[in-house]
């Protein structure tokens, strides 16, 4: 369990190497994406702007998305 706990305070934003490789995936394969920027100063958080203008705040730790 100490190893663990260890390698949770190298992530960084809240997320491990593995999603932030699958966000990038995903924002890779999106058509309606601009950009995805991550909010150093927030724990987990996103932004995702869109084609249409329209800008999500995705929030993992709460499991929430605009």
Request: aromatic fraction near 4%; hydrophobic fraction near 30%.
């Amino acid at each position: 369990m100490d190893k663990r706990k260890k390698k949770l305070q190298k992530w960084k934003n809240g997320v491990g190497e593995r999603i932030k490789e699958k966000l990038k995936i995903s924002h890779d394969n999106a058509t309606c994406v601009i950009e995805m920027v991550e909010y150093v100063s927030g724990m987990g958080e996103f932004g995702i702007q869109l084609t249409n203008r329209r800008r999500l705040v995705i929030n993992l730790s709460n499991q929430t998305c605009t």
